[in-house]
């Protein structure tokens, strides 16, 4: 069956730190990976989407940035955090059809100092 | 806005109520999704209809769809306090092939 995991579960950083965070697929070839955030009480904002190693759409300028070195890894980066870069992040992963149920990690609560 | 919206926003209610909760959309979709979140973790997906359906149940859940009126809603029978959670759903945009989340709909079901 299918896995996904994603860490760490929350992460306390300051200002000007940078940031990574990584997801990891497991039970599945070439899956459509996302990466969202959500505000608090707040439905979910779609930041990356990569449907392939390399490929890497990006839904809103931001301050973060993301890579999929391999096919079932998805990582989240940012050089310098801001303070609005606090939220919970959720990696998900979807078939490479399209429209597919995503299947979400438990997610990244992220405070900024 | 191409997004879902959710009404209510919020929900309580007793158990053994019936809990329905409704979206409206914008866009033009392949299929609508419902999804649930306890507090503090991630989504997990609990039904999918496409657009050529109406109505489809799973378990305690019944979902409907009215392309002509881009609504669609998630009546949850015979509410458990184990339920309460936020309910979203997801537009599967026939355009862009994403799927574009509500803002969700947090239902609490006192025991």
């Known amino acids: 069956s299918q896995t996904i995991h994603q860490w760490p579960a929350t992460l306390v950083q300051p200002v000007g730190s940078p940031l990574s965070l990584e997801c990891t697929v497991e039970g599945t070839s070439n899956p459509n990976l996302y990466w969202y955030r959500q505000a608090a009480g707040r439905g979910l904002q779609l930041l990356f989407y990569?449907?392939?190693?390399?490929?890497i759409s990006s839904e809103v300028p931001q301050n973060l940035s993301a890579s999929r070195p391999q096919d079932r890894q998805f990582i989240l980066s940012s050089k310098k955090l801001l303070l609005s870069d606090s939220g919970f992040y959720l990696c998900?992963?979807?078939?490479?059809?399209?429209?597919?149920?995503?299947?979400f990690g438990d997610g990244t609560r992220l405070s900024i100092l | 806005s191409q997004q879902g919206e959710e009404d209510p926003q919020a929900l309580s209610i007793q158990e053994g109520e019936n809990a329905t909760m409704n979206c409206s959309y914008k866009?033009?979709?392949?299929?609508l999704q419902w999804y649930r979140q306890n507090s503090g973790r991630g989504l997990v997906h609990l039904i999918l209809?496409?657009?050529?359906?109406r109505e489809k149940h799973s378990g305690r859940l019944r979902v409907t769809l009215d392309t002509s009126k881009k609504s669609s809603s998630l009546l949850i029978t015979a509410s458990r306090a184990a339920d309460t959670a936020s309910y979203f759903c997801?537009?599967?945009?026939?355009?862009?092939?994403?799927?574009?989340f509500g803002q969700g709909t947090t239902l609490q079901v006192k025991p």
């Open positions: 990569s449907v392939g190693i390399g490929q």
């Open positions: 866009t033009s979709i392949n299929n």
């Open positions: 998900a992963w979807s078939s490479e059809v399209r429209n597919q149920p995503q299947h």
């Open positions: 997801a537009c599967g945009s026939s355009n862009t092939g994403k799927l574009i």
């Open positions: 209809i496409r657009s050529n359906e």
